[in-house]
């Protein structure tokens, strides 16, 4: 069974950084396509980052260049970290295992961290 | 950027049909699919690749993609239907993920 645990959302000043991690099992994550979505309070849903298989990397242009998603193999997991941190960063991050095209595998979500980000 | 374009809301009855638009720039030759997010969970998946629907979700969702508009159409509608619906494609120019902004289902 696919399961994704976010983990490291927290409150914290502008300015400042966090690192998100997401735990998976169930799937090898180096094999699967990575995304975190966010979504503001109240709001819709935002894409942030996905990660390819291949190593491809791609940002949403609002962020510019202040997060960085990366994976650990080993560890199966996927992270966010975050720098610079606005108030408008403020939300619920998911992590999300992409769905697969070639074999119309549904995706799969977590339920999310919370970021708060406030002096 | 790509954008796509969803009414803020949809009313219906219940045992109606309630119909979701998402408007893009050519999204007809792109993949859409289809999130319904109830308050306080998140998103689930409902369609995708225009028309496919996952395992689980009821055969009264369908969806089609055509010219600038993408459509779901919820047939019989309930009133554990009651949720927001976005959709979603992958913009290949810009290799960007795009969301719409989100459509509330209402059932009267």
């Known amino acids: 069974e696919v399961q994704l645990v976010e983990s490291g959302g927290g409150l914290v000043k502008p300015g400042g950084s966090l690192r998100l991690s997401c735990a998976a099992s169930?799937?090898?994550?180096?094999?699967?396509?990575m995304s975190w979505v966010r979504q503001a309070p109240g709001k819709g849903l935002e894409w942030v980052s996905t990660?390819?298989?291949?190593?491809?990397?791609y940002y949403t242009d609002s962020l510019k260049g202040r997060f960085a998603i990366s994976r650990d193999n080993a560890k199966n997991s996927l992270y966010l970290q975050m720098n610079s941190l606005r108030a408008d960063d403020t939300g619920l991050y998911y992590c999300v295992k992409d769905m697969v095209a070639a074999t119309r595998e549904r995706d799969y979500w977590g339920q999310g961290t919370l970021v708060t980000v406030s002096s | 950027s790509y954008v796509l374009t969803q009414p803020p809301s949809v009313s219906v009855a219940p045992g109606q049909t309630a119909s979701i638009s998402c408007g893009g720039n050519?999204?007809?030759?792109?993949?859409v699919h289809w999130y319904q997010q109830k308050p306080g969970q998140a998103p689930v998946l409902v369609m995708y690749y225009d028309s496919d629907r996952p395992s689980g979700i009821p055969e009264r969702f369908s969806g089609s993609n055509s010219g600038n508009t993408a459509t779901l159409t919820i047939s019989r509608v309930e009133a554990g239907d009651e949720a927001d619906y976005y959709c979603q494609v992958w913009d290949s120019s810009s290799d960007h993920r795009v969301f719409g902004g989100g459509t509330k289902l209402t059932v009267l």
């Open positions: 990660i390819f298989t291949t190593g491809h990397i």
């Open positions: 050519k999204i007809g030759t792109k993949s």
């Open positions: 169930g799937f090898t994550l180096s094999a699967s396509r």
